[in-house]
């Protein structure tokens, strides 16, 4: 009894059937299972900090730690206006033009506000277009709103920055809005505003809605500077996702937000409906928001990190010198983030299935990477590789991975 065909059998929605996040899919279920039975994996395919020994300041979890008897009822649903104050001030040192109090919505995490947009957004057919390689969730949210994720390209040899002709040539009647994910992830690429402003004329001509993933907008490098691409529309209306996971390192508290600025009144409706989807899930974790506040007033802790002699600095340039030394491997610098998306040459590797190579290099050297096809990256032979482990632990994952591209054949 149980098992039997008789029973009911319940099938997932079909809604999901279109519905791709594959950059927790089976290659990281077979690295759990390795881990289970007591292997070592090295871990190269998670953005999330701290694990890897990047600790959250400690005036960042006192914060909390005294706020906390404050925290436990629902707050208003957009957030707390302390750290709704907080964040207009940070958009406006940005140049985020026409930014209130009230245009500002705490989440857990950008990704809730990223499902909640999409899903007040997007209608059956409508279009949006969204980088390819890009962070899947913006795919995937669009899809299970109903609506079609058409992607651009981003070019490779371009340092990753997004083929303003393949964009153009993407727009159609039915396109509604674009997605800019910068700095990116995977590529690790931080657009000039030059290109930025680029992608801004179209939407302009367009009227298109521009959406701004820029939650690794505190990680750069090189002495470069982030341009936030709503500071270049103020004509157009544009929603800005941003958060503490990557900045602070506090991924597992759950604390992003959206910003909707610009031009507001060609999308009152919209932001009604935004409004409708933020009081239907109540409020965003509290104690979370407590804090964003103290970290986006306080010292930029993770701006050490990001130069010679800081970690991440470091752990880059490392990943990089060995990557673009191994044969057959070529690879861009990444400016910002702490990913770097490395590519097979395909005359020499004849990749077809990037989640085949990505589990062969798991089972023969245990070390685990992203497949490019997780990130709607069509053309075989890319993966993505986290720096944030320790030196010790790239040194030892470069070894392996020139060691098996040594002999590897698809
Ligand atoms: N956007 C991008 C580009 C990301 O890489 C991530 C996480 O990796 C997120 C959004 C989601 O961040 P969170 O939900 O932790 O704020």
Redesign the pocket.
Known sequence: QGEGSSMRQFKKSSKLDNVLYDIRGPVLDEAYRMEDQGIHVLKLNI?NPAPFGFRTPDEVVKDMQDQLTECEGYSNSRGLFTARKAIMQYDQLKGIPNVDVEDIYTGN???EL?QLAMNAFMDEGDEILVPSPD?P?WTACATLAGGTAVHYICDEQANWYPDIDDIKSKVTPRTKGIVV?NPN?PTGALYPREVLQEIVDVAREHQLVIFA?E??DRLVMDGKKHVSIASLAPDLFCIT?N?L?KSHMV?GY?I?WMSLSGNKRIAKDLIDGINMLSNMRLCSNVPAQSIVQTCLGGIQRSQNLLVPGGRIYDQREYVYDRLSHMDGVTVTKPEAAFYIFPRLDPEKFHITDDDQLALDLLKDKHVLVTAGKGFNWETPGYFRIVYLPRKHTLHEAMDALEDFLSYYHQ
């Open positions: 953005g995490g950008a990704s990223i962070y969730l994910i992830n993933d939650i690794y996702f958060g996971s991924a759950r992003g």
